[in-house]
């Protein structure tokens, strides 16, 4: 098992992003739901950081040598779960038992399930975990990176600047932020709740290399996170400029798509704008 990066193309990419949407509206379709939107925004961000960035051994998930990945959103877990699937972290079959009872892919990562470095599911806790990771490697001079994927709604957690105040005073350069910047949480627009903007000069503030992309362009993607770290002694964030349930054209920019029970019907349409988009 290669110890670095798959070496996929960019349209292998493509069609795994894909079919990560597509797993995610069939877990979608368990009698509780799933957080569709959020995972939707964060699948290409995911595909790209699991199939060409992080340097991983499904088949030794311990590997003291691994990068460590934290999803601080972990209500997006069924991209996760997907991901790892197609790592082959799990088995493609576990993802049928998508939250049920006694499943171990419940709707917040569980840490007995191969590849989860933490439990996650509290907002505003993953940024300081993946510091703590960080600052132990930089202490020991163990080679492995700390990433994390924050959803912008919990920005507005003082835990999070807590721990960007931290990071940037270490000089934790060996850790990498990524913000799923869709724009919308449970209650709206962020904005209306409590406006983020100016995001970049905020985290410039606290000490971080920043760097905006577009979250659903996977060449660009590629590019941005082969170049990390180009700062010695300042953490990196990523503002990823996505969409919300991007990708199914019945959820793109909708509230309503942050939490769905996909029925029958709504599966079979969601499948189809999903397929429609990926012909064009």
Known sequence: MSTAVT??????LADLAHEVRALVLGMGTNPNGTHVGGSLSATDVLTVLYHDVLRLRPDEPEWPERDWFVLSKGHASAALYAVLAQRGFIER????????AGSRLAGHPLRRLP???????SLGHGLSLASGVALAHQRSGAPGRAFVLLGDGELQEGSVWEAAMTAGHYGLDNLVAVVDRNGLQITGSTEECVSLEPLADRWRSFGWHTVT???????????TFAALPDSAGRPTVVLAQTVKGRGVPLFEGKRKSHSVQLSP???????????ARRKR
Do not use: C, I, K, W
């Not at 590849?115 to 599911?121: Q, S």
């Not at 019907?265 to 397929?275: D, E, H, K």
């Open 213 to 223: 992309v577009d979250g659903h362009d996977l060449d660009a993607l590629r590019s």
């Open 115 to 121: 590849g989860v470095e933490f439990p996650t599911g």
């Open 7 to 12: 070496g996929t193309t960019t349209a292998e």
């Open 93 to 100: 079959a576990e993802l049928d038992t998508y939250g049920m």
């Open 265 to 275: 019907r709504l599966f079979q349409r969601a499948t189809a704008g999903l397929n």
